[in-house]
């Protein structure tokens, strides 16, 4: 059974600095990959997401990377703000092209103002 | 649209009693999902619904029982609540396609306490 492991389980970052959270998932044959954001007292939301047919995407400050060798997804957040903080899960299919998902133990972000 | 909405968000039970957590989506959905969420574990499936009529179990069904008589509807039920069930329950839905992944929207969540 496919595993995720999800690091740091919390972080905090300056406002304006990087907000960088891990994800090592076994198998490296995804054609899907996101990150969802959850905000206190709702439910998450797709953040972002990747393919395998790109190593890195970008969508404004957010941006996914793949390492392949290292079987490591990272997410990074780039000049972090108050607004950001939140929980973040990686939630990669259990199986290529399933549709049930494992999630992550999930990332608390805090940026200080 | 509402998206998806959960009925009720907040529930206190005692031990041994029974209730019904109602999920609806307006999205024309195939696919629905009953999750739970509990500290530092991120999200676990409970049971999940490919279409109406159609119902399979998760990573955690004990405890549990579904029901989708209606397609934009998933109800999960509790026939007798223990501690252990305390927990904020999320209900999600999504349309899986090639072009698109997996991408499921999530209702807003029922914290529920078990006494």
């Known amino acids: 059974q496919q595993q995720v492991k999800q690091s740091p389980q919390s972080l905090i970052v300056q406002k304006g600095g990087i907000s960088i959270i891990n994800c090592a998932y076994e198998n490296t044959a995804f054609d899907y990959f996101p990150w969802y954001q959850q905000f206190p007292g709702k439910g998450p939301a797709l953040l972002i997401a990747?393919?395998?047919?790109?190593s890195e995407k970008k969508e404004g400050r957010f941006t996914i990377s793949f390492n392949k060798s290292a079987k490591q997804f990272s997410l990074h957040i780039m000049d972090s703000q108050p607004g950001d903080s939140a929980t973040y899960f990686c939630?990669?299919?259990?199986?290529?092209?399933?549709?049930?998902?494992?999630f992550g133990a999930g990332t608390r972000l805090f940026v200080k103002a | 649209n509402a998206g998806v909405t959960q009925t009720p968000k907040f529930r206190v039970l005692k031990t041994g009693q029974s209730m019904t957590l109602l999920c609806a989506q307006d999205?024309?959905?195939?696919?629905m999902y009953w999750y739970r969420q509990d500290p530092g574990m991120g999200l676990r499936l409970i049971h999940y619904s490919v279409g109406e009529g159609t119902t399979a179990k998760g990573e955690v069904p004990d405890g549990y029982n579904v029901s989708r008589l209606k397609k934009q509807n998933f109800l999960l039920g509790l026939e007798s609540a223990a501690p252990s069930q305390t927990s904020v329950y999320f209900c999600?839905?999504?349309?899986?396609?090639?072009?698109?992944?997996?991408?499921?929207?999530f209702g807003p969540g029922t914290r529920l306490t078990v006494l």
């Open positions: 939630a990669p299919p259990r199986e290529s092209g399933g549709f049930k998902t494992i």
């Open positions: 999600a839905s999504s349309a899986p396609s090639g072009r698109t992944g997996n991408e499921q929207f």
């Open positions: 999205m024309n959905h195939e696919y």
């Open positions: 990747i393919r395998p047919d790109v």
